[in-house]
C-alpha cells in the first residue's frame, strides 16, 4: 500500500528536531531509519502529517565506555552495534542480538532508537536491553529525562516518552554475571519472532508474549531460590499473555517459551 500524504522535514541537530516536533504537535511523527514507523504508514496504521526525519543528526550514533556502563547513541545503526569490539566485550549479547535482527538491509538502516521508541513486543531489541536492565534518556521542551527500562514499555506500541521527546541515549550496566544467550523462533530469518528470549545472568526477558516485553519474573525467581534450570523453565510463560495470531496461537507460543527458556539458561551456563 502507499502512505497517506505528508510533508517531509529534516532535523539537522536534537535541538531542531524537538522545534520541529513541537511546532506540528500530535500531528508529527520522528523517522529514524523507518523500518519500524514506514510499515505502519503504508497499511495507514500510522498517518502522521509531519515526518522529522533525525537521520542525520550523527551526534547520537555512538557506543562509548562510561565506566560502569556503555552508553550508546539511539540512531546508532543494528549494524554498528554488531560490529562494536567495545559491545562484543562488554555487552555481548547486545551485539549478537542486533546481528540477528531483519536483514541486511534492516541492519544498515533500523536504529536501537527506532525500536525502542516504536515499542513493539515483537521486536527483539526491546526485550535485550530489558535484560540489561538498561537506563533510557529522552530530551524534550522541558529538559532531559531518564527512565528505567522497567517503566518504559507501557502497552502494545506505547512507551513512555512525550510526544514532543526524542530518545537521546540507551545507558547498560556492565553486567556482574558473564553468561549470556539470546534465542528466537522464527518461520523464516526476515520474519519477526513468533517468541524470543534473552537472557543475561539469571535475568529473563521475553519477546512476543504479551503486549509490551516482559521479564520471566516466575523463572528469575525460582532460579534465585535455587531450583535448577528445567524446573524454573517451566515457569516461563507464567504471569504472560501469550497472542494468537496466524503464525502461532497462545499455547504453542507458551509452549515455545518454556523450550527456549531452558536453552537459553543452558546455553548461558556454559559462558
Known sequence: MIPATFTYRRAESVDQAIELVAEHGDEAKL?????????????????PEVLVDIGRIRDLS??????????????????????????????????????????????HRGTIGGSLAHGDPASDLPAVVLALDATLVARGPNGTREFPVSEFFQGLWETALEPDELLTEIRIPKPAASGWSFQKFTKRAIDWAIVGVAVQGDAVALINMGATPLRATAVEQALAAGTPVPEAARLAAEGTEAPGDLNAGPAYREHLTRVLVRRALEEARTR
Open 31 to 47: 523517522l529514524a531509519g523507518g523500518h519500524s514507523l514506514l510499515p505502519l504508514m503504508k497499511l495507514r496504521l500510522a498517518v
Open 62 to 107: 555512538y557506543v562509548r565506555d562510561g565506566g560502569d556502563h556503555i552508553a550508546i547513541g539511539a540512531l546508532t545503526r543494528h549494524a554498528e552495534l554488531e560490529r562494536s569490539e567495545l559491545l562484543s566485550r562488554e555487552l555481548p549479547l547486545l551485539a549478537y542480538s542486533a546481528g540477528q535482527v531483519g536483514d541486511p538491509q534492516v541492519r
